[in-house]
C-alpha cells in the first residue's frame, strides 16, 4: 500500500472514493487545498470525502545506508567513539569533583579545628581573668588580695539580697506616693536658677545623694567634685584614677568609676577601698537595693559586684559584648545592662544567668528602672526616643518621643515621673497608673548630658558638658 503521490508507504493513509486511490493524508490534503480535485482522475474532490484506512502504524524501512554489512560497521564504530568519549568526559568530571569534595572536607576539618582551639583559648583566657588578684586597700581591706569569683554569691551576700527583696517587693506597688511629693502642676513651673561656673570640663557624670543636699560630679580630668545645691559649690574634691565615667552614691559613701577600669570607693574625703577588677575601662556603675553592694559594667564584656562591708569583689559575670551602661532592680534580684550590639541583658543576680534580653536600635547609652519595679526605660545611643520595657511581658510597651538626642534618663522615687537630659533640654514625663497614659508635664531648654531628681523631687539638677550646674525649681 503506497501512496500515490509520494510513492511511498503512508503514515496516515486515506483512500479517494473517486479514483479508489491511496494517498499520505497531508499530501492529499495540500493538493485538493490548492487544486480542489483527485490527483489521479481529475474529478472534484474535497477533504470531507477523504475516507480514513485503519491500518497498523507503518514503520519505515532502513534507509539504505543500513542495508550492508560494511555500512552497520561503520554506524557501530561511531557509536563506539561516541560512548568512548562520553566515558572518558565522565571519568574526568568524576575525578574533578572528587579532588574539590577532598579540598573541602579538609578546609571544613580545619575550619572546626581553629574553632575548637580559640574556644579554649577564650575559656582559658576568661579562667585567667577571673583568677586576677584585685588589690583594694582600705580601712576594711587592709591591704589583702581578692579573688574575683564568678561562681555565684557568698551564703552571706546572697541572704542580704533574698532578705532585701522579700521585704522591698511585698508593699512596693501598694507603696502611696510619699507625703509632699512633687505634683505634675508643681513640676511644670520649674524654671532653671542661676547656674554655677564651669567646675569639671568634660563632666558626664553626676549622683545626687539621698538627702538632696549634695551632688557628685565627675570630668574628663580625673577631678571629682561634691558639689552643695544649698551652698552652690563645691565643697570636697576627690581624684579618680582617670577621666570619670560613673559616679554614685551608696549612704555617705562616693563611689567613682574612671576610663581606666578603677572602681573607687570615697567616705569623708578618703579613699577606702580601690578595685580593678575590669580589664579595659569601666563604663557605668549602680547601687543595689541594699545600699552596700555596688555593680559595675566595664568594657571587658563583665559586670562585677562589690561588698562595700567588706570592701571586696563579690563576682564576676562576663557576657557577649562589651557593656555601656547598669542598673539594679528596685527588688534587687536583677541587673539590667546595656551593651554596644543594642542588647538589654538582664541577668538575675543571685545566678548571674540571664533572664531576659531586649534588643534595641544601637549601643545602649542609659537604662533607670521604675520604682514600682515593673518597666525599664532604656535610650540608645543618639536616638531621641526613650523606650519603656514591661518586665512581666517582657514587651516594650511604650515609645515616649522627645525630639532631640537623649544622654541620661532618671525615674523618681514615686516612679511617676520620667526625666530626660540632653544637648537640647530637658524633659520630664508623667505616668498615670490609674489612666495607664503619659503626658509631659515639662519641656526646659537647660543643655544637660546628666540630669537627677533633688529631695522630694521638688527640684531637678542638671549637670552640662562644661561640668556646670543648674537647678530646675518651682517659681
Given at each position: 500500500m503506497l501512496c500515490a503521490i509520494s510513492g511511498e508507504a503512508p503514515q496516515v493513509p486515506v483512500v479517494s472514493p473517486k479514483s479508489g486511490s491511496v494517498f499520505e493524508k497531508r499530501l492529499i490534503e495540500a493538493y485538493i487545498t490548492e487544486n480542489g480535485k483527485d490527483p489521479v482522475n481529475g474529478e472534484e474532490l474535497s477533504t470531507d470525502d477523504l475516507i480514513d484506512v485503519k491500518s497498523q502504524r507503518v514503520v519505515r524501512p532502513r534507509p539504505p545506508t543500513l542495508t550492508s554489512i560494511p555500512s552497520l560497521l561503520s554506524v557501530f564504530q561511531e557509536e563506539w567513539d561516541a560512548l568512548a568519549l562520553e566515558a572518558y568526559t565522565l571519568r574526568q568530571t568524576l575525578a574533578q569533583t572528587r579532588q574539590e569534595l577532598s579540598s573541602a572536607l579538609y578546609q571544613h576539618d580545619a575550619a572546626v579545628r581553629v574553632i575548637a582551639r580559640l574556644t579554649q583559648e577564650r575559656d582559658e583566657a576568661r579562667d585567667a581573668l577571673s583568677k586576677v588578684t584585685v588589690g583594694a586597700r582600705g580601712a576594711g581591706a587592709a591591704g589583702e588580695a581578692m579573688q574575683v569569683d564568678a561562681?555565684?554569691?557568698?551564703?552571706?551576700?546572697?541572704?542580704?539580697?533574698?532578705?532585701?527583696?522579700?521585704?522591698?517587693?511585698?508593699?512596693?506597688?501598694?507603696?502611696?506616693?510619699?507625703?509632699?511629693?512633687?505634683?505634675?502642676?508643681?513640676?511644670?513651673?520649674?524654671k532653671p536658677t542661676e547656674s554655677s561656673q564651669p567646675l569639671y570640663p568634660g563632666s558626664k557624670a553626676l549622683s545626687v545623694n539621698s538627702s538632696g543636699e549634695l551632688a557628685l560630679i565627675g570630668g574628663a580630668d580625673g577631678a571629682v567634685g561634691v558639689y552643695s545645691l544649698a551652698q552652690k559649690q563645691v565643697v570636697q574634691t576627690l581624684q579618680a584614677a582617670g577621666p570619670v565615667t560613673g559616679a554614685a552614691w551608696a549612704g555617705e559613701k562616693a563611689i567613682v568609676a574612671s576610663s581606666t577600669g578603677s572602681v573607687q570607693v570615697f567616705e569623708n574625703g578618703a579613699e577606702v577601698a580601690k578595685f580593678s577588677s575590669h580589664a579595659g575601662a569601666a563604663t557605668a556603675l549602680a547601687v543595689h537595693a541594699t545600699g552596700d553592694i555596688v555593680v559595675s559594667v566595664g568594657a571587658d564584656k563583665s559586670y562585677v559586684l562589690y561588698d562595700l562591708t567588706t570592701n571586696s569583689v563579690i563576682t564576676q559575670i562576663f557576657s557577649d559584648s562589651s557593656l555601656l551602661s547598669v542598673q539594679t532592680h528596685p527588688d534587687g534580684h536583677l541587673i539590667a545592662a546595656g551593651g554596644v550590639d543594642g542588647q538589654i541583658k538582664v541577668f538575675d543576680i543571685k545566678s548571674g544567668a540571664v533572664a531576659a534580653s531586649f534588643a534595641m536600635s544601637g549601643p545602649v547609652k542609659s537604662l533607670f528602672f521604675s520604682e514600682n519595679g515593673v518597666f525599664l526605660a532604656a535610650v540608645a545611643d543618639s536616638s531621641t526616643t526613650v523606650s519603656i520595657w514591661d518586665l512581666r511581658n517582657a514587651q516594650e510597651s511604650k515609645v515616649l518621643e522627645t525630639g532631640s538626642a537623649i544622654e541620661s534618663i532618671n525615674w523618681d522615687y514615686s516612679g511617676q515621673f520620667l526625666l530626660t537630659a540632653g544637648p537640647s533640654g530637658v524633659t520630664v514625663h508623667q505616668y498615670s497608673k490609674g489612666s495607664k497614659s503619659w503626658s509631659e508635664p515639662l519641656r526646659s531648654a537647660v543643655p544637660a548630658v546628666a540630669a537627677a531628681w533633688g529631695s522630694s523631687a521638688q527640684s531637678i539638677v542638671a549637670l552640662n558638658g562644661e561640668g556646670g550646674v543648674t537647678e530646675l525649681t518651682a517659681q
Open positions: 561562681t555565684g554569691l557568698p551564703e552571706a551576700v546572697l541572704a542580704r539580697v533574698e532578705s532585701t527583696q522579700a521585704a522591698l517587693s511585698k508593699t512596693r506597688r501598694k507603696r502611696p506616693v510619699p507625703e509632699g511629693w512633687a505634683t505634675s502642676e508643681a513640676i511644670s513651673t520649674y
